[in-house]
Each structure stands twice: as structure tokens, then as C-alpha cells.
């Protein structure tokens, strides 16, 4: 697996030894080390790059006991295990983290430290303003294919404390960087399906199988996510839109090495697209299944 | 094993005893839902309480027609102790529950211990009669805002809700209104149709919401609705659990033994008036009812151990577990098997059924509360003579059920004394009703009869 290059969640962390004879500048110079800090911090707000680490499994286990850090716990483990840790509203085998990649972390796979400060935003899918516990609700009833967990739930307040977590020391409102799903820009080409089953053929096949039902480990949890089938999102997800499936295969998909052209990625999405799954919730049944 | 339950199976009066597990085995399991959820808990606790503790019960206090497991009242005062200590369905909150179940099923004990259940023979009804009337009219109003498909606002005192429901009103969601209408309209019209006579009214009930809701899906989709469901549950086979307080939590500990010794003290008081109105007339009294409250706190504590929440008797279940034919304790010890086998098999169709539907469900029991009081304590007597009722049920609405019970006892003991210093009594203030048998006290034989039990 290839890791994207973490940025240091405190650069201005001191533990490294120094030499014996150059410790009294770093002791002397206090006013310069706090300096310092400041400047790195605003250079990483004015970058915006938020705090990107690669998976903050390790952080979270440096949480303390108390509620707070007991609450993003969980956060993490339904963000990493949907389906087993939020089994009362989650509908097939998904997990946040399959499209959040890295636990909702890496960029441009709609990393919750950039959504945070965004919300409430206007939502189209839904036509008015969303908070951002609303927004999640979505993913439970489209993405999660699953009931949508209520407001003053603890699976719903565990996700948000996570993403709250997740997004300390990203202003409010800065729009980062890496925020959401890149989208691509037209390439004058219709996508093709049919070019997209070769690739999907020998590209995506070898982890999510030819039949696009994933990888499940011995004790049934996902490890590779299903792509379509009656275990994986509904027609009414974002990931249905091909543009935004394309966007997201494009800037990650093969994982660690996602170097696909725009037009493979459109033409995989649109194979994607053709495949069966559950229909839009937002239909009635009769629509729901006739209407693509 | 399986042999060895059918084995004792057979021992026992089967024909009947298999009917009666069966019925009360389908009425429970919406009820343990719905319990469950009034409580403030997932519906796994209430299955789990409706199952490990009701067999245990079963088993130890050998009364062939009491049958424990989650109740209206004690999910009303779990809820109450509860909500201002941790947040609904959150696991702090159900453990917090199991503590709770703990201590209330300690307290039981040592009740049965010191004997107590002669002494609360003593107890005036209408204390109890009110106890149900005020949550009866709790069941109605904290239901409202649920009935809309609006989210409550947790740990408010009863009456606040009606304060609230214009404010509700608006934001109502209409889908829901429709599965609550529906709900409610089965579960009224259920028992003057000839054909749905013999199926509970509750089942009736929930499964026209859920036909509502499984209706409006298909026809405009799931997320257009927009309703809250039960969602998936997890059982366990043997769900263990283990009640602590942390020690920074040893603060709650007074809280907590307050609401238990009221939780146990109200199942207790059920308990008791389920023996007394299913026996059969002329019956001579069981010897001792301090061995069916002994069986009820240790139901309370297996509730602890086995990831539930505090149960008793519960007087409408026992009565239906007693029509449908229940002649030995091997009923309801069937009917918890049977309610377990059932939650696992139905658990794909429980993860559909609208919270709408719940609520109105638990609207039905609260009508149901306030009719039984009515037609048994209330009509063709004095309007004067239900006073003292309606205070103890003003008393549970406004301020909650413990102070309703001290304040019935302050009541009757004034009575009682007022009693003693007119010594030709002028008219009873709750005069005894022959048609109601669950609210005759006889007087203990053994004991003097007092001014108490003359009320009664």
C-alpha cells in the first residue's frame, strides 16, 4: 500500500535530540521556538491542507478515556466498520471509509476535515439547507443503502464527533483544498461501456472481482467493497452519477496507484453505472425499478 | 438439551399451556419493542427482558398466571431516572439501566426478605388506580411529538410536551401522521370487527402501521417518507452483560436508589394485584406472596446480567396469558422461547416498522390504561369519590411516579386517621367494587383488619 506522504499533524514538536552542544539554543530560544510555532501553524491554515494524516488509527489510540475521546472512538470504528458497528441503520456492506478513503483523511476522497467547516451547506439532492448531521443521514439512507440513523442517535453523534475530530485547526468555512471528489473535465468522447469492461477487466477486477461483489474477509467483513449487487450502494447515491464516480476513480482508483486516463475512468464508470442494485428511495417502487 | 425441554414439556398440561405460549409469545414482542423504546433502550433490551428474566421468574415463583417481563409503568420511571443522567439509546445509558435492574432486583429481594407483601395488601387502590391513570395520560403525551415524526426533547417532565405541540404541529411530517392514524384506527376498530376479535389488538395495531408505511414507500420511495425506523437489530443467543458505576459515577448512586426502590416498589405493587385479580373466585390465597416477589427480583437481576432493563408483572399481558389458557409456570417459561425464536426470525421484517407505528401503539395502551380505570373505578360512582385518585395521577403526570407514591401513602394514612376519629364512617371514599376483582383486597387473614384495609 502506498501512503500518501503524511503531513506532521505538529511540526513544531521538539523530541529530537540535539546535539549536546547545540541544546542551549533550543532552551534558550523559547521566544524563537514559540515564534515558530505560530508561523508553521498559520502556514498550515493558510494552506489549508488540514490535518492530513495518513490513517489516524495510531492518534486515536493516543486518545484519552474520557467521554469526548470515548465518543470519536466509536466515530472511527463505525467510519471503519459500518456494517458491524452501526448494524441498526446500515443496509449492505459498506463502510464510510470505502469511499472516505484512509478513515476519512486523503484528499480528493472527500476527507471529512475539508466537509466539516462547509456545512451547513445548500444540498441540490435534497433542495434546501443541510447540517452536516443531515448530510450524513443521506449517506446512511443512499450510499449505506440503510435507514437513516435520527439526530440524537449515538451512531450519528459518534460519526460527527469524529469528523470533528478529524478537522481540529481547519478554519471554518476556508473550502480546502482536496475538499470532496475532483471532478473531470469533458473529453469530448462519450463515455463507453463496453471499452469500460476491459478495463474494469484487467484493472479492477483482481480486488473487486469480475463480478464487482468485492472481497469479504473470513469473518464476513468487507475488505474489498462491492460495487454493485444487492450489498452495495442504491441508485440514489452520489457514487450513481457517473461523473462523480468517474472523478473519484480517476484520482484513486487502482488504490495506490490510480493512473487511469479521464476517459478510462469515465468509461469504467459508465460500467459501472449499467450494473444492478437497489433502486432510488427517493422513487416509488414502480419508478425505482424501471427508471435507471 | 432440545430433548430435554421437550421431555418436560410433555410433563406439563401441553395442549394449553402450548396455546397460551404461543399468544402471549406474539403479543410480547411488539410490546418488549415498544417498551423498550418507551424506556429510552434499544428493542434488543426489550427482547432480552421479555426472555431471560421472564423465565427465570417463571421458574422460581411457579405462579401458574403471572407473567413478568418489560412494563408500561417501570419503562416510564426507567425513562424518568434515567434521561438526566446519559443520553437515550447511548451506552452509557444502558448501563446505567442494568444498574438500575440491580438495584431494583436487590431491593425486591430483601422486600421478600423482610416479608413486605402482606403489608402492601394494605396499600388503597386508588393509589395504584391513580399510579396507572397518570401513565396512562404520560403514554399519550410523550407520544405526541413521535406521532408527527418530530424528535422529542429528552428528559422533560410529562406535561411539556402538550406545551410543545403547536410548535410540533409545524414541523409535522405528514407521512407519519398518516401510519399513526392508521395505527390508532386499527387498533380502536380491531375489537368491533367480528373477524379480527381474536388476534391482539396491539398486533393488529402495529402491523396496519406498517402496512401504511410499506404502502406510502412503494408508492412515492423510502426517502421521500422520510420516516425513523427500528432498523437492524443484533441478537445474541446469551447476551451477557455487567452492571458497574465507574468511580468518578458513585455520585448517582443515591439517584439511582431512589428510582430503584420506586421501580421496585411499583413492580412489586403489580405483581401483587395480577395474584389477587387472576385468582379464581372463592380460590383460597396463596400462602405467601413474598416468594412471587423474591421470583420478580431475581428476574430483576438476570435482567442486569443479560443486557435487558427493570421488568415486573405485567397486568395486561397476565390477563391475556391467563384467557389463552396458561394452567402452569411452563407457559410462560414457552412463550419466552418462543418470543426469543421469534425476534430472530423477525428480525428483517422489526428493522422496517416506522417509529410512527410505535408510538401509536403505545397511545393505544395508554387509552387502554385510562378506560380500565374509568369503567372499573370512575363510572356510576360519585364524582367525589375519585378525588383522591385524581390526585395521585395529577401528582405522576406533573412530577413523576415516586412522588406520586409518597403522596398516595401520605393520602391514605390521613384517611386512615380521619377514619379512626369518626367512628361511624359516613360513606367509604373509595367504596369497594364487587365487579372488579383485581381491586378488592381481601384482608390478609392474619392480620388485624385496620382502617387501611377497610378503605380498600
Redesign the interface.
Known amino acids: 500500500v502506498i501512503v500518501e506522504s503524511p503531513l506532521d499533524l505538529e511540526p513544531w514538536r521538539d523530541d529530537v535530540k540535539l546535539p549536546r552542544d547545540r541544546r542551549w539554543i533550543a532552551h534558550g530560544n523559547a521566544l524563537l521556538k514559540r515564534f515558530l510555532q505560530i508561523a508553521c501553524a498559520l502556514l498550515m491554515l493558510l494552506l489549508s491542507f488540514g490535518p492530513a494524516a495518513a490513517d489516524p488509527a495510531e492518534q486515536i489510540a493516543k486518545l484519552p478515556n474520557d467521554k469526548y475521546g470515548e465518543l470519536v472512538k ?1 466515530g472511527y470504528l463505525i467510519f471503519t466498520d459500518t456494517p458491524r458497528n452501526a ?5 449492505n456492506h459498506l463502510s464510510c471509509a470505502n469511499c472516505h478513503l484512509d478513515a476519512g483523511t486523503r484528499r480528493n476522497a472527500a476527507p471529512m476535515w475539508a466537509a466539516w467547516g462547509e456545512y451547513p451547506a445548500f444540498n441540490a439532492k435534497n433542495d434546501r439547507v443541510v447540517s452536516f448531521e443531515e448530510r450524513v443521514q443521506d449517506c446512511f ?2 450510499s449505506l443503502n ?9 451512531e450519528l ?1 459518534a460519526l460527527i464527533a469524529y469528523a470533528h475530530w478529524l478537522s481540529k485547526g481547519v478554519a471554518v468555512g476556508s473550502n480546502p483544498a482536496g475538499r470532496g471528489f475532483p471532478t473531470i473535465a469533458r473529453t469530448g468522447v462519450d463515455p463507453n461501456p463496453l471499452r469500460g469492461k476491459e478495463i474494469y477487466a484487467s484493472k479492477c477486477a483482481a480486488c473487486h472481482g469480475l463480478q464487482g461483489d468485492g472481497r469479504y474477509a473470513a469473518d464476513g467483513s468487507a475488505r474489498v467493497p462491492p460495487l454493485w449487487g444487492y450489498a452495495s450502494y442504491n441508485k ?1 447515491a452520489g457514487l450513481h452519477r457517473m461523473d462523480l464516480l468517474a472523478g473519484f476513480i480517476k484520482a484513486n482508483m487502482p488504490l495506490g496507484a490510480a493512473l487511469l486516463s479521464d476517459q478510462e475512468a469515465l468509461d469504467v464508470a459508465a460500467w459501472i453505472n449499467l450494473q444492478e442494485r437497489w433502486p ?9 425499478l424501471v427508471e435507471p | 438439551m432440545a430433548g430435554a425441554f421437550a421431555r418436560w414439556w410433555r410433563a406439563s398440561d401441553a395442549g394449553s399451556d402450548w396455546h397460551a405460549a404461543w399468544s402471549s409469545a406474539v403479543i410480547m414482542l411488539p410490546q418488549a419493542i415498544v417498551l423498550a423504546t418507551l424506556a429510552g433502550l ?1 428493542p434488543e433490551a426489550g427482547i432480552y427482558a421479555s426472555v431471560f428474566s421472564v423465565a427465570v421468574a417463571a421458574l422460581v415463583g411457579k405462579c401458574p398466571t403471572v407473567l413478568s417481563g418489560p412494563n408500561t409503568a417501570i419503562a416510564v420511571m426507567v425513562s424518568a431516572a434515567l434521561t438526566p443522567l446519559a ?5 452509557g445509558y444502558v448501563r446505567l439501566a442494568l444498574t438500575l435492574a440491580l438495584l431494583a432486583g436487590l431491593i425486591q429481594l430483601a422486600m421478600a426478605a423482610l416479608r413486605l407483601g402482606r403489608l402492601l395488601h394494605l396499600l388503597p387502590p386508588f393509589v395504584v388506580q391513580g399510579v396507572i391513570t397518570g401513565v396512562g395520560m404520560i403514554l399519550i403525551t410523550s407520544q405526541a411529538s413521535a406521532l408527527l415524526g418530530v ?1 422529542d426533547v ?1 428528559g422533560e417532565a410529562a406535561w411539556v410536551s402538550v406545551w410543545r405541540l403547536p410548535e410540533v404541529l409545524a414541523q409535522a411530517n405528514g407521512c407519519a401522521l398518516a401510519v399513526a392514524v392508521s395505527t390508532l384506527a386499527a387498533g380502536l376498530l380491531a375489537p368491533r370487527l367480528p373477524g379480527l376479535r381474536r388476534v391482539p389488538t396491539l398486533v393488529v395495531a402495529l402491523l396496519a402501521g406498517c402496512l401504511c408505511c410499506a404502502v406510502l ?8 417518507v ?1 420516516l ?7 441478537l445474541q443467543l446469551l447476551p451477557l452483560s455487567q452492571p458497574h458505576l465507574d468511580w468518578q459515577e458513585l455520585y448517582l448512586l443515591k439517584q439511582l436508589l431512589l428510582s430503584a426502590a420506586g421501580i421496585a416498589f411499583v413492580g412489586v405493587l403489580q405483581t401483587l394485584i395480577i395474584i389477587q385479580g387472576t385468582r379464581a373466585e372463592g380460590e383460597p390465597a396463596a400462602d405467601s406472596p413474598d416468594r412471587e416477589i423474591a421470583a420478580q427480583g431475581l428476574g430483576n437481576i438476570v435482567n442486569a446480567f443479560t443486557s435487558a432493563f427493570p421488568g415486573s408483572g405485567s397486568f395486561n399481558r397476565s390477563a391475556s396469558h391467563a384467557a389463552a389458557g396458561a394452567r402452569t409456570y411452563r407457559a410462560a417459561v414457552g412463550s419466552a422461547v418462543i418470543l426469543f425464536a421469534l425476534g430472530f426470525a423477525a428480525a428483517p421484517l422489526i ?1 422496517r416498522i416506522p417509529l410512527a407505528a410505535l408510538a401509536g401503539t403505545l397511545v393505544l395502551i395508554g387509552v387502554d390504561m385510562l378506560r380500565s380505570v374509568v369503567r372499573r373505578h370512575v363510572r356510576g360512582r360519585p364524582l367525589r369519590a375519585a378525588w383522591s385518585l385524581a390526585i395521585v395521577a395529577g401528582v405522576t403526570v406533573g412530577s413523576g411516579l415516586q412522588n406520586a407514591l409518597i403522596v398516595g401513602l401520605l393520602l391514605g394514612s390521613f384517611m386512615s386517621l380521619r377514619h379512626r376519629t369518626h367512628p361511624k364512617p359516613a360513606a367509604p371514599v373509595v367504596p369497594a367494587a364487587p365487579a372488579a376483582p383485581e381491586a378488592v383486597a381481601e384482608p390478609p387473614a392474619g392480620a388485624s383488619a385496620s382502617a387501611l384495609s377497610r378503605i380498600v
Open positions: 466509536r448494524r441498526r441503520y446500515s443496509g439512507r443512499f440503510g435507514f437513516a440513523p435520527p439526530l440524537n442517535s449515538e453523534r440514489g432510488d428511495p427517493r422513487k416509488g417502487l414502480l419508478r425505482g | 434499544p443520553a437515550p439509546m447511548s451506552g424528535i429528552p414507500d412503494a408508492l412515492w420511495g423510502a426517502a421521500w422520510d425513523e425506523r427500528i432498523g437492524f437489530m443484533t428493522a
